[in-house]
């Protein structure tokens, strides 16, 4: 079942059990009115009987005429009435008597004064009346036709009401529903014509709450045609970077073979394919890293690391291909074994160290990064320092983007992707870093883990 249909179905229900309820409450104030005319009718009937036995002194057999004439046609009240030594002293139709008045009603008409009661379909009233200085005790019997043949109408036509409202409702709310989901349907049919190519189509907004959806829907648009136009670039700029040290190696080789040479020529040939070789791998490895570190956080294995054996580390494999890069520790007293241990990736982290101590030496004239670590408020500030050429204000918004190489980049080879893979780490492990540098005097990059 849809949408409309399910809103059609529950208006309907709804809609019919306010219907109902109401109808019903009708109906049976209805029949409580109906029954309570009817007694009065009794009573009054009742008391006109004794008046015209006692005060206009018209005779039984009058009466009784009177009666059986009436029964014939009308619902006739059956009046019995009684002295208060409860004697009989007129009966409308002492054959038919359908109410058997027994000592005991008649003794509780007298104690109560007023009874009403049911008996079949009658209904029975029991009055006293004082008449001429005596005390009658009276009952009334007759059965309601009139007031339940209207009943029975009221009845008839709730019922066909009902039935025709059930129809006029329904009709009305599938009308209602199927207009209101109009723009839903509207706005799937125009979100089904957008894909991977024309990411730039975008929904019909309005005011009211479809609109805002849309509106929602649309800056996430916005957000994924960002996000793929920079997948796109970094692919291109991926392509890029592998076809020149390629092209480099090809070139090389192809001159090489073009005729016989000397074996140092081929020598340096084999210097230039292991140097470019190199670069190949050494970014490869990157995008393997960025690849890792692009991952959620629910698929990188995350347990309990000591930041500064991450930085050991990182320093070590640093200084194993660059023999010359020196790095100094300097890891503050205060800082206690919970605030150095955090939930991480030691590999990540100590890529992103050897990042981050890398860019220190290489763009330092000295070649060298003192790293600080020390604890505030409980999490642990690594700071890596050097002497280098700074980064100038311009380019410090822009050293975090991939493949963004500074003025700096004449000074050593790189690939403009090392601290976009650093930014990335410590977003995973929900970290933050800041940079702070200064041309001419050197940078520092804070860590804060
Ligand atoms: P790469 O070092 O491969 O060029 P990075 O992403 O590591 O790429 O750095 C981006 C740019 O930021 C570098 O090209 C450089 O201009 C600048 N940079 C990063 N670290 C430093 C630093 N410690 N001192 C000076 N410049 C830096």
């Given amino acids: 079942m849809n949408i409309q249909q399910r809103i059609t179905f529950l208006f309907t229900a709804v809609c019919a059990g306010i219907l109902g309820i109401f109808m019903l409450v009708v109906y049976l104030s209805a029949s409580k009115n109906r029954a309570n005319e009817f007694y009065n009718i009794l009573e009054k009937e009742a008391i006109t009987k004794v008046n015209l036995l006692t005060e206009t002194q018209l005779d039984s057999f009058t009466l009784q005429t009177i009666y059986r004439n009436n029964r014939e046609i009308l619902y006739e009240v059956e009046t019995a009435i009684y002295d208060d030594q409860y004697n009989l002293i007129y009966?409308?139709?002492?054959?038919?008597?359908?109410?058997k008045e027994t000592p005991e009603m008649l003794s509780e008409i007298l104690d109560a004064k007023r009874i009403q009661f049911t008996q079949e379909d009658w209904q029975v009233i029991g009055i006293v009346h004082h008449s001429k200085g005596m005390d009658y005790l009276v009952t009334a019997a007759a059965f309601d036709g009139y007031g339940f043949s209207k009943l029975n109408n009221l009845r008839s036509t709730m019922v066909i009401t009902f039935i025709i409202g059930l129809v006029v409702i329904f009709m009305t709310g599938k009308y209602f529903s199927k207009?209101?989901?109009l723009p839903l349907s509207k706005?799937?049919?125009?979100?089904?014509?957008?894909?991977?190519?024309?990411?730039?189509?975008?929904?019909?907004e309005g005011n009211d709450e479809i609109g805002t959806m849309a509106k929602t829907f649309n800056a996430m648009l916005e957000r994924?045609?960002?996000?793929?136009?920079?997948q796109k670039q970094f692919v291109s700029y991926l392509a890029h970077e592998f076809r020149t040290p390629l092209a480099i190696i090809i070139g090389e080789v192809e001159l090489s073979l073009s005729k016989p040479r000397q074996a140092e020529d081929y020598q340096q040939t084999l210097e230039t394919v292991l140097k470019d070789s190199k670069k190949i791998a050494q970014l490869s490895e990157s995008f393997l890293d960025l690849a890792k570190a692009s991952y959620d956080k629910a698929e990188v294995n995350f347990q309990k690391v000591r930041l500064d054996e991450c930085l050991i580390e990182a320093s070590q494999k640093l200084q194993?291909?660059?023999?010359?890069?020196r790095v100094e520790l300097?890891?503050?007293?205060?800082?206690?074994?919970?605030?150095?241990?955090i939930n991480g990736n030691s590999y990540l982290l100590s890529t992103a160290f050897r990042n981050l101590l890398?860019?220190?030496?290489?763009?330092?004239?000295?070649?060298?990064?003192?790293?600080?670590?020390?604890?505030?408020?409980?999490?642990?500030h690594i700071s890596f320092s050097d002497q280098g050429v700074g980064i100038s204000i311009d380019e410090l918004d822009d050293i975090f983007k991939p493949f963004f190489r500074g003025s700096s980049r004449e000074l050593s080879e790189g690939s403009g992707i090392g601290l976009y893979l650093v930014e990335k780490i410590i977003q995973l492990h929900e970290g933050k870093i800041f940079v702070d540098s200064e041309v001419g005097k050197g940078s520092t990059f804070t860590v804060i883990l």
């Fill in 187 to 204: 706005m799937s049919e125009e979100a089904r014509k957008i894909s991977a190519s024309n990411l730039d189509l975008r929904l019909k």
């Fill in 224 to 230: 994924l045609e960002k996000s793929f136009e920079s």
């Fill in 330 to 341: 300097d890891l503050d007293e205060s800082i206690d074994e919970g605030t150095i241990t």
């Fill in 358 to 380: 890398e860019n220190a030496c290489k763009y330092s004239e000295n070649n060298s990064c003192k790293v600080h670590i020390t604890s505030i408020d409980k999490k642990c």
């Fill in 179 to 181: 207009n209101s989901l």
């Fill in 320 to 325: 194993r291909n660059n023999a010359n890069y």
């Fill in 91 to 99: 009966h409308d139709a002492v054959d038919i008597d359908f109410v």
